[in-house]
């Protein structure tokens, strides 16, 4: 069974660490903020400027002006800080976020991304992507394995304009999780329930398939 928004969400929670400064996409990768360990101190940041972010708001907590840079309404920690956007951007391309979480319509195994067109269709745009992912080493992707019509998103070229050029070295599908090296797919965990045959049917790039591969657990 694919892994649902949650699960995948809990799946990269894992690889937060104590004290990082982590910037989280719109989509998908928003959800992270609500499953990060008990005692772990994350410092989640937002491009419109804002370092501190908490878990989504209640119905009671919901304050209009506090906003993401995907105009969700947020929270903020104890501590959280609130600046302009500039010295956003500033913390962004000088390296000081020591994790990434971005969404994807494509990846390919050059670890290319493309994530911000999609010619003939209205989306939201390229926001503070391009930035994140020239300014970051550790960028993890979260996204669908395939589309809705069963069309792979991990490819050998990717087909849509690029947000950024051999960036990426990790994703997380609703399928599995592969890592990117020396121009290949290398899948190293796969979702409860589903078969290796799957992703290898759905993975149009080159996949490299170690004999045992593991299931993910929660």
């Known amino acids: 069974m694919a892994l649902s928004r949650e699960q995948m969400a809990m ?52 304050d209009a002006d506090m906003i993401n840079a995907g105009k969700q309404t947020v929270t903020a920690i104890t501590g959280a800080s609130i600046f302009s956007s500039a010295e956003s951007f ?39 992507a391009m930035d994140l992912v020239a300014g970051a080493d550790n960028i993890f992707v979260l996204m669908t394995h395939a589309s809705k019509h069963g069309e792979s998103k991990l490819l050998t070229k990717c087909t849509l304009p690029l947000t950024g050029a051999g960036c990426i070295k990790k994703v997380l599908t609703d ?23 799957e992703i290898i049917e759905k993975t149009a790039g080159e996949l490299v398939v170690p004999a045992e591969v593991p299931e993910m657990t929660f």
Not at 25 to 31: F, S, V, W, Y
Not at 108 to 125: F, T, W
């Open 175 to 197: 399928l599995a999780y592969l890592e990117i090296e020396d121009g290949k797919f290398h899948l190293k965990e796969r979702a409860p329930g589903v078969s290796v045959e």
């Open 90 to 128: 500033a913390m962004i391309r000088g390296g000081h976020v020591d994790l990434t979480v971005l969404g994807a319509f494509e990846v390919d195994v050059e670890g290319n991304i493309a994530s911000y067109m999609i010619p003939g269709k209205l989306v939201k745009g390229m926001g503070g």
């Open 11 to 62: 799946r990269v929670a894992r690889e937060l660490q104590d004290g990082y400064y982590v910037n989280l996409g719109i989509g998908i990768p928003t959800l992270v903020a609500n499953y990060i360990p008990d005692g772990m101190e994350v410092m989640l940041q937002s491009e419109n400027g804002l370092l501190g972010m908490g878990q989504f708001p209640t119905e009671d907590e919901i």
